[in-house]
């Protein structure tokens, strides 16, 4: 996967989030803890007859393999 390249002044997230732009991926941050996280960007609900959004896409499946996450149509 490509990635932004990032220059600046930036918090960890901030920098995290302009590398992750417009990509399949998004910053989490731990609320207790604090640590930050790199995962899928969730998938939103697809309009009524469009099941083919519901699968994660073919560069991120072995990662939601990994996470045992589970995608129904």
Known sequence: MKTNAVQGDFTPREA????????ALTVKQDERTG????????VSSPPAGNSSELAPP???QSIAKKKH???EI
């Open 16 to 23: 995290l989030e302009r590398m992750l732009s417009r990509t």
């Open 35 to 42: 640590a930050l996280a790199i995962i899928p960007t969730p």
């Open 58 to 60: 073919p560069h991120l």
């Open 69 to 71: 996450r589970k995608y």
